[in-house]
């Protein structure tokens, strides 16, 4: 099936193509895709990028980019422990769509091949892979621009008013909902986490959310 997965499906007759060989996404079936697709017609010819933002992407990150050379790839890392916590609360929800099955425990093989995915593509695309620091990315003063325009500067973009509204937002809501929300775990699955996470990739891969930052901003200053 991912032999189907091409450029062309980005086009804008084959994106707004609403038929069975292309999606299952209809926007007469949905109001919010309705007015999704409504949006991206209208502001699709002066789009500097067309992408997704599927989490499991990372699984198959070298061959979409083998099929995307001019791609660029944006990952968010958190902590497990957090992580691991976001899965149970899910997995607890009667009402969410998530899998009661994929619990705390279910979060550490997926987080550790996403860090080692990150530190493959890193290496070999290290132009067109920028990782970010889930932490260092939403808590902070949300009038403070620094990792936005570290990630602008990585896309080659200028970020307009809309986006910066936007981090700002992202970030008063991290401060008021989640920064300090109660977490916790239970023994076995505290114990399963020591004993199975990967911590050295994971250390790689902050290190490499740092680098990139500074780099980035040193960049715009001498370009400044």
Same mark, same amino acid.
């Given at each position: 099936?991912?032999?189907?997965?091409?450029?062309?499906?980005?086009?804008?007759?084959?994106?707004?193509?609403?038929?069975?060989?292309? !999606?299952?996404?209809?926007?007469?079936?949905?109001?919010?895709?309705?007015?999704?697709?409504?949006?991206?017609?209208?502001?699709?010819? !002066?789009?500097?990028? /067309? &992408?997704?933002? /599927?989490?499991?992407? *990372?699984?198959?990150?070298?061959?979409? *980019?083998?099929?995307?050379?001019?791609?660029? !790839?944006?990952?968010?890392?958190?902590?497990?422990?957090?992580?691991?916590?976001?899965?149970?609360?899910?997995?607890?929800? /009667?009402?969410? &769509?998530?899998?009661?099955?994929? !619990?705390?425990?279910?979060?550490?093989?997926?987080?550790?091949?996403?860090?080692?995915?990150?530190?493959?593509?890193?290496?070999?695309? =290290?132009?067109?892979?920028?990782?970010?620091?889930?932490?260092?990315?939403?808590?902070?003063? =949300?009038? %403070?621009?620094?990792?936005? %325009?570290?990630?602008?500067?990585?896309?080659?973009?200028?970020?307009?008013?809309?986006?910066? %509204?936007?981090?700002?937002?992202?970030?008063?809501?991290?401060?008021?909902?989640?920064?300090?929300?109660?977490?916790?775990?239970?023994?076995?699955?505290?114990?399963? /986490?020591?004993?199975?996470? %990967?911590?050295?990739?994971?250390?790689?891969?902050?290190?490499?959310?740092?680098?990139?930052?500074?780099?980035?901003?040193?960049?715009?200053?001498?370009?400044?």
């Amino acid at each position: 099936m991912f032999d189907l997965f091409v450029p062309e499906l980005f086009e804008r007759e084959n994106l707004l193509d609403f038929s069975s060989d292309y !999606t299952n996404c209809v926007p007469s079936h949905s109001e919010r895709f309705a007015n999704f697709y409504q949006e991206l017609s209208e502001k699709y010819d !002066t789009l500097a990028y /067309i &992408g997704d933002k /599927i989490p499991n992407n *990372h699984m198959h990150i070298e061959a979409i *980019h083998n099929k995307f050379p001019n791609s660029k !790839t944006v990952f968010i890392v958190r902590d497990i422990t957090e992580t691991a916590c976001s899965w149970q609360a899910r997995a607890d929800r /009667i009402s969410d &769509g998530w899998s009661a099955s994929k !619990t705390a425990e279910c979060s550490v093989t997926p987080w550790n091949k996403c860090n080692a995915a990150i530190l493959n593509m890193k290496e070999m695309h =290290p132009n067109d892979c920028y990782v970010v620091d889930y932490h260092s990315f939403f808590d902070g003063d =949300p009038e %403070d621009m620094q990792q936005l %325009d570290a990630l602008s500067s990585f896309l080659q973009l200028d970020a307009d008013q809309g986006l910066i %509204d936007a981090f700002s937002k992202a970030r008063d809501i991290y401060t008021k909902r989640i920064k300090n929300k109660e977490r916790s775990l239970s023994a076995d699955a505290s114990r399963y /986490i020591a004993e199975n996470a %990967d911590y050295g990739n994971y250390e790689k891969v902050l290190a490499l959310t740092e680098r990139a930052a500074t780099e980035q901003v040193s960049m715009m200053r001498r370009a400044a």
